[in-house]
């Protein structure tokens, strides 16, 4: 697309289904380093995109940017989420617009129980899933409402915070390797809940070192590498592709 193009969130890079995100151009920095180098892609409604790379290559950069947070800043480009421009807010906005971000930290707050963090969340309305809903999805958590969210498990923690986002009422989920340092048997159990609320028409974008697995749930695939889109397609297509794998994701 033309740089100077005025900027059409109808229009796709690289699908025939309507974009719900679209990421144009983007160029992000911390201070004078130039890490995200104007990438373009989209994701459309209810599909969960895997956000794939090696170390480095600007995957947990471009969640941060998508949803406003302090760094790295976005000096050029558009973020676009149901016809709303996310390059012009600031980090709350964002999330009043429905980005729900999940970081790779959790953040679970200290002193609080299961139950308070989601309250917390719904705080300030639109309020999303009800804590009945949410205690359906993850009886995990039902069953440990009443425990100081800090002393759940790592696993517990992780459906905490993915709880947390869908305690308000988002559009977008941003997963931040969800995976990280927990048994299989939880991920396949987070795995459910994430193909759960695929169903239930929620768009995801999961950012995962586990490239088989993510692949194996995603829809569709973008691969960063230093900063740059090399791949933008289905998920089928990038298991299937033994260049990409090992060229880009070293599997
Ligand atoms: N706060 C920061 N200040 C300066 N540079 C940063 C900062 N955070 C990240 N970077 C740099 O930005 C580049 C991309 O980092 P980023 O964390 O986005 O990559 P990633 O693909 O998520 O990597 P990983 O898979 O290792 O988490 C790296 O070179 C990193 O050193």
Known sequence: MNQHAPFDPNANHASTAPAFLSVWE????????????????????????????????????????????????????????????????KAHDAAQAGIGLVPEDRRIIQGLTVEENLKLAQIAPPVGWSLERIYDLFPRLGERRKQEGTTLSGGEQQMLAIARALARDIKVLLLDEPYEGLAPVIVDEIEKTLNVVRDQGLTTILVEQNAVRALNLADRAVILDTGSVVFDGSAREVLEDERLRQEYLAI
């Open 26 to 89: 983007m160029e992000a920095y911390y201070g004078e380093s130039f890490i995200v180098q104007g990438i373009s892609f989209n994701v459309h409604e209810g599909e969960i995109l895997a956000l794939l790379g090696r170390n480095g290559a600007g995957k947990t950069s471009t969640l941060r940017a998508i949803a406003r947070v302090a760094e790295p800043e976005i000096r050029h480009g558009e973020v676009w989420l149901d016809h709303k421009p996310l390059h012009k807010m």
